[in-house]
């Protein structure tokens, strides 16, 4: 029998992965057993310990029960990082023997504990990660496998659109799948213009979507990245202006020094980064101590209006803000040389 471990961040991610593998597992025997009959579910997430330590010692117990029929099944412990070692003690003792009549699927959003990692790899479980990749490309071939696997074929540029909108919130694609195959069938090649009706809100973004629209002088979609980020919820007005002075200062540190490499930069600003390093640096050039000066002026004034300042929307004043940021640099552009290292303070 097989032991399954769904891991990541995200919870609604992990839950959607759980379902899709037990139902795979259910799909695959051969049986006349009802779902309810061949299928337990638990929660090691629940909010006291005793419900917990239940849940598990529970969980355990049906694992160790041979069906009255004989036939296999499916046992699911839910978010088993929410639960104490004490409290999935009873778990790792089964691992260490486990039944060969059930399959196990457990998840986990956090994480665990040394103990219960080496019980489950000890017994030879199967570790499936949620988290999406990073990197744009591998991104897309995400996002693309999503679509195969529920038998959707989508053209590129309507994957892009999905891509973009959902920003950094990917929990919300399987949602967004159920409700196109439900709507097209398989039998459609989905365009832009069949998926854009269904997107709803944008999704979060990275902060530094904001911070390269803004260096790129790309007022419409830094105000867009804005926007974004502010009307999710998940950032205020003054963490944005954080980010937006955390990046400014950077950019400050460099103004002086001799710098002719990424490596240069990275000594002065921290990370490790090669991409990043030559980011700044080639924006530094760029904007030159002038222009880097007057932003962190705008920033600083926009920062008293925030706390009162002026008596306008916080949401207006960041907008105000971020378009005369990227109005930043636009002046140097005509004068730049071919130097290879940065400008002297004078």
């Known amino acids: 029998m097989t032991i399954h471990l769904i891991v990541g961040n995200d919870p609604r991610l992990v839950s959607d992965k759980v379902s899709e593998i037990t139902r795979e597992l259910i799909k695959s025997m051969d049986t006349k057993e009802s779902r ?15 419900l917990r330590d239940n849940a598990i010692r529970q969980a355990v117990a049906s694992a160790e029960t041979m069906s009255l029929f004989g036939e296999e099944r499916v046992v699911v412990i839910r978010e088993i990082s929410d639960a104490t070692v004490a409290e999935l003690s009873t778990l790792v003792k089964y691992l260490e023997q486990p039944s060969d009549s059930t399959h196990l699927v457990v998840s986990a959003s956090g994480k665990l504990a040394k103990s219960v990692s080496d019980a489950l790899k000890r017994a030879g479980a199967t570790v499936i990660s949620t988290e999406p990749p990073q990197r744009r490309q591998e991104l897309v071939t995400w996002f693309s496998e999503k679509f195969a696997e529920s038998d959707l074929s989508i053209d590129a540029a309507a994957l892009n659109d999905v891509i973009d909108w959902l920003g950094e919130d990917q929990a919300r694609l399987p949602g967004l799948i159920d409700i196109l195959v439900s709507t097209f069938g398989a039998s459609k090649k989905l365009t832009s213009d069949d998926v854009t009706p269904f997107l709803g809100d944008a999704g979060s973004v990275k902060p530094w979507d904001l911070t390269d629209a803004v260096d790129a002088n790309d007022s419409p979609l830094a105000l867009e990245m804005l926007r974004r980020m502010l009307r999710s919820g998940e950032f205020h007005p003054l963490q944005v202006m954080a980010i937006l002075h955390t990046h400014y200062l950077k950019l400050l540190r460099l103004d002086g020094p001799e710098i002719h490499s990424a490596a240069d930069v990275l000594t002065l600003i921290g990370g490790k980064s090669e991409f990043q390093g030559r980011k700044y640096l080639t924006q530094y050039r760029r904007m030159g101590s002038g222009d880097i000066s007057q932003a962190i002026g705008l920033l ?4 008293i209006d925030l706390r009162g300042g002026k008596d306008l929307q916080e949401e207006l004043t960041m907008e ?23 400008p002297k303070r004078r």
């Open 320 to 342: 105000i803000l971020v378009a005369r940021l990227c109005r930043m640099g636009t002046s140097n552009k005509s004068s730049r040389t071919s130097k290879t290292s940065s």
């Open 300 to 303: 600083s004034r926009a920062d």
């Open 36 to 50: 309810s009959t061949i299928l337990e579910t638990h929660d090691a997430g629940a909010p006291s310990s005793e």
